[in-house]
């Protein structure tokens, strides 16, 4: 199994630039997450989905969009990107029980 | 709100020396408290699920404990290798039932 799967695992964005981060799961999971951690920091959720065509807001979610369209996949959208989004972007997926995590997008916004 | 903290914000020990790691939660009904490991550039790696006070979970050197208000994990014995974050997370029932929040973590260090 791979697990949750995020693409790309690298980026660099010029401010003002969109881009989107993919995240996919083959666990059949309800639940995805998208979480940032700041350097030297706890994880910070951004937006979460509880199934297929239901997202939610979390702490941080200013500047970001998500859809939930299939079970699999819970892409984050970067519209206008900021010097402030620089961050590790983390992708989770859970059934009932404890979540489980992608490798994370290290994004750099210059 | 949900709400994890956790403390202290870094750890120190010698190989051998035993000590705990808190973390104090508020949740409107604990749907289940979660412990996990991140090594550095990595995704967290989940460790133990608790559900009621008075829940304790063991694996290696690594026992999780469970009141109504806070979560230890108890290292005993710590190796070089169990240097890392650890990361507590909350789940709650109700409105927020999908929502899994972390604190801060600990970061710990083991010196041979």
């Known amino acids: 199994n791979a697990g949750v799967t995020q693409t790309p695992k690298f980026r660099i964005l010029k401010i003002g630039q969109s881009m989107t981060l993919q995240c996919t799961q083959d666990?059949?999971?309800?639940?995805m997450y998208w979480y940032r951690q700041d350097p030297g920091m706890g994880l910070k959720l951004i937006y979460y989905?509880?199934?297929?065509?239901?997202?939610d807001k979390g702490e941080v979610p200013n500047g970001y969009n998500v859809s939930r369209s299939t079970t699999e996949d819970f892409p984050l959208r970067l519209e206008l990107a900021a010097p402030s989004q620089t961050s590790v972007y983390f992708c989770?997926?859970?059934?009932?029980?404890?979540?489980?995590f992608g490798q994370g997008t290290r994004l750099t916004v210059v | 709100e949900d709400q994890v903290t956790q403390s202290p914000e870094a750890l120190r020990l010698q190989e051998g020396e035993s000590s705990s790691l808190n973390c104090s939660y508020t949740?409107?009904?604990?749907?289940?408290l979660f412990w996990y490991r991140q090594d550095p550039g990595k995704g967290p790696e989940f460790l133990f699920t608790?559900?009621?006070a008075g829940e304790e979970k063991e694996k290696e050197r690594l026992k999780a404990t469970l009141t109504k208000k806070e979560s230890f994990l108890h290292i005993t014995a710590p190796k070089p290798e169990d240097s890392a974050t650890y990361l507590c997370?909350?789940?709650?029932?109700?409105?927020?039932?999908?929502?899994?929040?972390f604190g801060q973590g600990t970061t710990l260090q083991v010196k041979p």
């Open positions: 989770a997926s859970s059934g009932t029980v404890e979540a489980f």
């Open positions: 666990m059949n999971h309800n639940y």
């Open positions: 989905s509880v199934g297929a065509g239901i997202t």
């Open positions: 949740v409107s009904g604990l749907r289940g």
């Open positions: 608790l559900y009621s």
């Open positions: 997370a909350v789940r709650g029932f109700g409105s927020n039932t999908g929502k899994l929040i």
